[in-house]
């Protein structure tokens, strides 16, 4: 029950409508009993919304598009890791103090190796936005050769260059995945209205590929229903929005999360269907 002493958490961003991350967050803490709440704000101007967490004593916020890396500036504190991608996706709130943190790439990473290992691996990353960034980080940090693709050739360059990446270049050189180890799509390609869309054509997958599409609404994308044709592993962008949500909720409340409540209720929501916008568009 809310009362005068309930902690608010919150999701900044634009849109926000139809996120999972208040399902997530509510749940964990009705599993342990806490006096807290989780809501959602759109949010066009990121420095008054940040001026309003600070003041209102919220206690946590969920930063999403397209504010990532916009709210880094009118933070007190970022995290390492953090400063270095360039985007937060947390901020805490202790006592008036805001710090930025990003768990996008850890909560990716979480779900990757729960299906494959990775040091040594090669990895084809198509993307250019926040999230591609942080999982680019990660999967150096883990010791993956990585070649990041994108549309936009330029875009491709400068997360390459950013993370040290071993190559880049346009959706040209799609011709990478035949001699990769696993796939990732951090593109928008594939959600909502796109669903019948892939960016990746069928006949470049192969059986060798551990595929993760880091779209999480339709839960069965058109890019993992074929790589699963085509007999790839495959990796579900529910997980890494669920392994994020765990760490920010951590964060938030500085106790263990609940993990099996919060992954019985987003996967029931994922299996149904349930329309979500919490995704980097770029």
Do not use: W
Request: proline share 3%; charged share 25%.
């Amino acid at each position: 029950m809310i009362d005068a002493n309930t902690k608010i958490c919150c999701l900044i961003g634009e849109p926000v409508e139809h996120s999972l991350s208040p399902l997530i967050h509510n749940t964990g803490y009705q599993a342990l009993g806490i006096n807290y709440a989780y809501v959602s704000f759109r949010v066009s101007d990121i420095k008054r919304a940040i001026e309003g967490i600070r003041e209102l004593g919220i206690r946590g916020a969920s930063v999403t598009i397209p504010h990532k890396v916009s709210a880094i500036k009118y933070l007190d504190k970022i995290d390492p890791l953090a400063g270095e991608i360039g985007a937060v996706n947390t901020i805490v709130n202790d006592d008036g103090v805001l710090t930025g943190y990003n768990t996008d790439g850890d909560g990716a990473l979480q779900a990757l190796e729960a299906v494959t290992t990775l040091k040594g691996k090669k990895a084809v990353l198509i993307g250019g936005g926040g999230a591609a960034l942080a999982i680019a980080f990660g999967l150096k940090a883990r010791g993956v050769k990585l070649v990041v693709l994108n549309r936009t050739e330029a875009k491709a360059r400068k997360l390459a260059e950013k993370v040290s990446a071993g190559g880049f270049g346009g959706l040209k050189k799609l011709s990478e995945i035949s001699s990769a180890d696993i796939l990732i799509n951090a593109t928008p390609v594939g959600m909502l209205l796109e669903t019948d869309q892939s960016i990746i054509p069928k006949d470049l997958l192969h059986n060798r590929l551990t595929v993760f599409d880091i779209v999480y609404n339709p839960r069965e994308t058109r890019l993992l229903i074929e790589a699963r044709e085509k007999g790839c592993a495959v990796v579900y962008g529910y997980k890494m929005l669920l392994y994020q949500a765990v760490k920010q909720f951590e964060l938030f409340t500085g106790l263990e999360a609940p993990l099996p409540a919060m992954e019985s209720a987003l996967t029931q929501a994922s299996e149904g269907g349930r329309d979500a916008t919490h995704f980097d568009r770029r």
